[in-house]
């Protein structure tokens, strides 16, 4: 009897008694005694598993921990990768087009990953009407490949920078071209903005007659915290703009992504960022989320508030508890081992394996100012991440789009023993194409912080269950 690799331990600090046993791949989880993790630990130690008590062993089956032998379990893995391929979550659905009006931005934040970039002129209109006309000829490709005439997944654009939204006659020309190809082909556009010119925009996108779905803004906290963060470029702040237009915007309707960048200058201040919320009454309509500013680029060496991702994850979930209304006002993204924990728990559902670990490796196409492809938006702007061009002729490079490909979880060379693999999806994959390794987050940490986290929860559910 094999006893799969992906299977971790973790001791509840609080309940001495208890262990979870979670399987880091199919993600089945269940609450055990320490007594049995005891007898199944020297079961593993003396490779005794078959001779255990029947009812130990039905425990073991029944959650698929256990496996006749280990084909058994990759054969299990490459059936589901294949099922993923093939269903609408796999890169042969996926159509995501992205285009940066510039590089240029009218912020300077402490931590831009784009600050390296900021020069250059916005993209030109001739060359906006290039990058169209590739992303009508890639949807084409990929509605006639993967939906025949069943159709029913809508492409998705999304317009980013540098800043999309500046209010200059470049941008409202460009924009003005972008809305009206959405029109006339279907395609709903959202934006990942910094919402400072968002209020002026409102009356603009009413008067091109089609709305952005969404828009991703990030605010890092209240008034000054933010300020300080995210500057306006003449050095004055930025919040109070960024707030009207959030208003503005849910009075159209529009959905707002609220971003809320965490590092170790601001990561306390998510009670002040939940007491805004919701004092301006953004409860409908907006999805706020905490995400970790992160440096796959390289660019911040300098930059003093960077903390590791397990650091700020603890001070978040300390933050939960002092104040449970903030666990359910953010989801935490990039946080992946508290992320696949809490998906468990909170849902009862099992989190599914990722077979590729961001857009850019589900096939993303992004369109850059200097009519240069890319597939990673961290990456946009530099040269070792490229994967093709649209000026003066559309074409994609199939060796670095093989670079990218080579990454998939179940190919990447530097993870395949990995037991965190279906998790983490071999990190960031821009990280490993240009420094040519991964960069490991210590995930037990993670996943064992998460289950101590929910350790009460699941402790209630346990005995409301067996009452
Ligand atoms: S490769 Fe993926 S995870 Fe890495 S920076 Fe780009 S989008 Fe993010
Ligand atoms: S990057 Fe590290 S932790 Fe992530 S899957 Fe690869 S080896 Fe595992």
């Not at 200059?168 to 010119?197: C, K, Q, V, W």
């Not at 599914?352 to 890319?374: H, N, S, V």
Request: aromatic share 10%; hydrophobic share 35%; net charge negative.
């Amino acid at each position: 009897m094999y006893y799969s690799k992906y299977n971790i331990i973790v001791h509840l600090k609080n309940y001495p008694s208890y262990s979870i046993i979670h399987n880091l791949f199919h993600s089945q989880a269940t609450l055990v005694s320490n007594d049995f993790i005891k007898r199944l630990q020297e079961a593993i130690q003396r490779d005794t598993i078959s001779d255990m008590d029947p009812g130990d062993i039905e425990l073991l089956k029944s959650r698929s921990f256990v496996y006749s032998d280990q084909d058994e379990e990759k054969q299990e893995i490459q059936r589901t990768y294949e099922a993923f391929s093939a269903s609408s979550g796999g890169p042969k659905y996926f159509r995501h087009y992205e285009i940066l009006l510039s590089y240029g931005c009218n912020l300077r934040c402490s931590y831009c990953f784009q600050k390296d970039r900021h020069d250059g002129l916005p993209m030109s209109r001739q060359r906006l009407a290039l990058a169209l006309k590739a992303i009508e000829e890639l949807d084409e490709k990929a509605t006639k490949n993967a939906f025949g005439d069943n159709d029913n997944a809508r492409p998705a654009l999304t317009i980013a920078g540098g800043e999309p939204l500046q209010y200059i006659p470049a941008h409202l020309e460009l924009l003005e071209d972008i809305i009206e190809f959405s029109r006339s082909h279907d395609m709903n556009y959202d934006f990942t903005s910094n919402g400072y010119d968002l209020a002026k925009f409102i009356p603009f996108f009413q008067a091109n007659g089609k709305c952005p779905t969404s828009i991703q803004i990030t605010l890092d906290g209240v008034g000054t915290t933010h300020d300080r963060r995210r500057p306006h470029v003449s050095n004055g702040g930025s919040f109070s703009y960024i707030v009207d237009g959030i208003d503005a915007a849910l009075k159209a309707d529009i959905l707002i992504s609220l971003r809320v960048n965490v590092d170790r200058d601001n990561v306390d201040g998510l009670d002040l960022m939940a007491q805004l919320i919701e004092e301006r009454g953004w409860t409908e309509k907006v999805l706020p989320y905490v995400a970790p500013v992160t440096d796959h680029s390289g660019v911040n060496g300098e930059y003093e508030g960077m903390e590791s991702e397990n650091v700020l994850c603890r001070k978040i979930l300390e933050r939960f508890q002092g104040n449970p209304a903030l666990r359910k006002l953010f989801a935490l993204r990039n946080f992946r081992g508290f992320e696949y924990v809490r998906a468990c728990v909170e849902t009862g559902k099992k989190s599914p394996p990722t077979f590729w670990r961001c857009e850019a490796m589900l096939g993303q196409k992004i369109f850059d100012p200097k009519g240069d492809i890319y597939s990673c938006f961290e990456g946009s702007g530099i040269s070792k991440a490229q994967v093709g061009k649209y000026d003066p002729e559309f074409v994609l490079y199939p060796e670095l789009l093989e670079q990218w490909s080579n990454l998939e979880t179940l190919k990447s060379l530097h993870c395949a023993d990995c037991r965190f693999a279906f998790v983490c999806a071999g990190g960031c994959p821009w990280h490993v194409i240009r420094t040519g390794k991964p960069e490991c987050v210590p995930l037990k940490h993670q996943v064992t912080m998460a289950w101590n986290y929910f350790a009460d929860l699941v402790l209630n559910n346990e005995n409301s269950s067996s009452r």
